[in-house]
Every structure is written in structure tokens, then in C-alpha cells.
């Protein structure tokens, strides 16, 4: 039988899991494969607020996004602003707690919000995308400079055992003010590329969690070395034209407990399984940090049953 790390192995690389692997987010992690760490620091007297400066926004589900006002309005502010210390005794304090409870699951260690979602809380929706259209070198020394910050952990990580590393970032709501995939490819995708490979270097797996609006940008992730991309809302998605794409490429790490509690829950969820994934893996089934333990354990018998061989 293998590990919970062998069998989230096994998915990413389509070597053929025993069983789909479950991650359960948040802290019920009782049935998961996988063990999240939370590399963000929020201040101490309020989690609200970022290390970067910017006011966090709780979603309910637990999840933090990408706040709309800009933190730093003006240039001046910005020519100023230094990235936040590493401080990397209290980031990874809770290191020797959490790999007491881990055992011999995945070790995943995740930004709360990275890349381009950090510059956009920091500078704000509108003003992230002029910056991208016009102030093109004064975006990109922020940009390197939030880059830098995230790509300097990666070796720590992996000596403190973490198996991969999770970005949590996106490119704008497609009606407002969206960074299209072309201009991206222009300006971003060789930075993220450089990033990728870095952490691939020191044997991270690179999971990539991105919005149900940039699934156009899931092909150009897996060209410059994303393992797994985390799918947040497979109701809103074409899963089945994504698998077209994608499936047997990519692995597709998709949230499941939002497609449970009705009468055909076990073949909507199969169905997504079947689009998304392949007989030798490419999929994992997530569920949020808010489910109910009951929920959890009705999602745990459906999936376990997923058979892929």
C-alpha cells in the first residue's frame, strides 16, 4: 500500500494511484493526503493585515483574496517600499508542530496570495493594470522584487522537507481590469518560467492556484513546468473541453465538496473526475476549509471508490 505522499506522487506524475488522493484544506485534515502550511505572515495583533502592507479579505470559505484599494496609491510610495523581511524563524515556527500531525502525508507549503495578486493588492486593481499597459519598467521592478521574495524560500523549504509549493495568484476579473494571455506572455511568463524552474531545481512539485476566469492560461503554466493546477469552481468550468486540453498533461487538483449534497453527487463528481483526469492520475479531489465533518466523510467514501485502475 502506498504512502499518502507516494499517492499524491503518483497522481501528479500519472503513475497510477491506488485511489484518488483527498486534500482537505484548513485544519480538518483528518482524512487528507495532504498537509497545507500557510507560509504568509499576517501581523500578530491583526490577521487582517498583510506583511506587505495591504488589508487582507476573508472570503467565507476561509480563503483570502486580492483586495480592490490600493495600499500604495503613488509612485513615491512605491519607490520606497522594500519587500518585507523573510523573518524566517517565526514563518516557519509551526514547522515542528505540523509535521507532528503530518505523517506520512504530502507536504505542501502555499503563499496566501503571490506574483501578480500581491503587486494588485499592493497597487490596486486599476492601477495594476495601467501599470502593466504603460509603466511597464516601474511594474516590472515590483514585480522582480515580489519574485525575488517568494523564489528565496524555495531552498529553505525543501531542506525543511516540504514535497511541493503552492502560488496563489491571478490576472484580473475578465470585465474590469484583466491582464490578457498575450500581454502576459510578453511581460510575465519568463519570470514565472525562471520561478518554476527554481523550485523544481530543489525538488518542489509547483501547484499553481488560479481562478475558474485564467483556465486559458493553464496551458502556458504546464509549458514552463506547473505539476498541478488547483480548480476552484468546476460548476463554472468546461471541465470537459479543459480535459480535451489538457488531461494527461496537467494535473488537476479540483474542488469536489461544492458538487456533494445532491442526489447525483457521486456521478457529478465522477464525471468531473473523468473529464479532468486520466486511468493513470492527473487528479486530486480538494475540499474546502469550511466543509462539515459529516460532508467530508460522505466526499472521502465517493472518491475512495474512484478507482484508477
Known amino acids: 500500500m502506498l504512502t499518502r505522499k507516494a499517492l499524491v506522487d503518483h497522481a501528479i506524475q500519472f503513475k497510477n494511484p491506488e485511489r484518488v488522493p483527498v486534500w482537505v484544506d484548513g485544519d480538518n485534515i483528518g482524512l487528507s493526503d495532504i498537509l497545507t502550511y500557510d507560509l504568509s505572515l499576517p501581523d500578530p495583533n491583526d490577521p487582517t493585515l498583510s506583511e506587505w502592507g495591504f488589508r487582507r479579505v476573508r472570503r467565507t470559505d476561509g480563503s483570502w483574496v486580492?483586495?480592490?484599494?490600493?495600499?500604495?496609491?503613488?509612485?513615491?510610495?512605491?519607490?520606497?517600499?522594500?519587500?518585507?523581511?523573510?523573518?524566517?524563524?517565526?514563518?516557519?515556527?509551526?514547522?515542528?508542530?505540523?509535521?507532528?500531525?503530518?505523517?506520512?502525508?504530502?507536504?505542501?507549503?502555499?503563499f496566501g496570495l503571490s506574483g501578480y495578486s500581491v503587486y494588485s493588492a499592493l497597487r490596486g486593481a486599476e492601477l495594476s493594470a495601467v501599470d502593466f499597459l504603460i509603466e511597464t519598467t516601474r511594474f516590472m521592478?515590483?514585480?522582480?522584487?515580489?519574485?525575488?521574495?517568494?523564489?528565496?524560500?524555495?531552498?529553505?523549504?525543501?531542506?525543511?522537507?516540504?514535497?511541493?509549493?503552492?502560488?496563489?495568484?491571478?490576472?484580473?476579473?475578465?470585465?474590469?481590469?484583466?491582464v490578457t494571455l498575450s500581454l502576459w506572455r510578453v511581460l510575465l511568463r519568463e519570470h514565472y518560467a525562471k520561478q518554476f524552474k527554481r523550485a523544481k531545481e530543489v525538488g518542489l512539485h509547483v501547484w499553481f492556484s488560479v481562478s475558474a476566469e485564467c483556465a486559458e492560461?493553464?496551458?502556458?503554466?504546464?509549458?514552463?513546468?506547473?505539476?498541478?493546477?488547483?480548480?476552484?469552481?468546476?460548476?463554472?468550468?468546461?471541465?470537459?473541453s479543459l480535459g480535451r486540453l489538457h488531461r494527461g498533461r496537467l494535473c488537476f487538483a479540483t474542488r469536489v465538496d461544492e458538487l456533494y449534497g445532491q442526489e447525483t453527487s457521486a456521478q457529478t463528481i465522477?464525471?468531473?473526475?473523468?473529464?479532468?483526469?486520466?486511468?493513470?492520475?492527473?487528479?486530486?479531489?480538494?475540499?474546502?476549509?469550511?466543509?462539515?465533518h459529516e460532508n467530508i466523510r460522505g466526499i472521502y467514501d465517493i472518491v475512495k471508490e474512484f478507482k484508477n485502475a
Open 141 to 178: 521592478e515590483l514585480m522582480e522584487l515580489i519574485f525575488e521574495f517568494e523564489t528565496d524560500m524555495f531552498d529553505l523549504l525543501a531542506r525543511k522537507g516540504f514535497h511541493g509549493i503552492e502560488f496563489c495568484d491571478d490576472w484580473g476579473p475578465r470585465k474590469t481590469s484583466r
Open 217 to 240: 492560461f493553464f496551458g502556458d503554466l504546464r509549458e514552463i513546468g506547473a505539476d498541478v493546477v488547483r480548480v476552484e469552481t468546476p460548476a463554472t468550468m468546461e471541465c470537459a
Open 66 to 110: 486580492v483586495p480592490v484599494e490600493p495600499t500604495l496609491p503613488e509612485w513615491s510610495q512605491v519607490d520606497v517600499y522594500q519587500a518585507p523581511p523573510q523573518d524566517v524563524k517565526r514563518r516557519l515556527a509551526r514547522v515542528p508542530q505540523a509535521a507532528k500531525v503530518c505523517g506520512d502525508r504530502y507536504r505542501l507549503a502555499s
Open 270 to 292: 465522477r464525471n468531473v473526475r473523468e473529464c479532468l483526469g486520466v486511468l493513470t492520475g492527473g487528479f486530486i479531489a480538494t475540499i474546502g476549509a469550511n466543509v462539515s
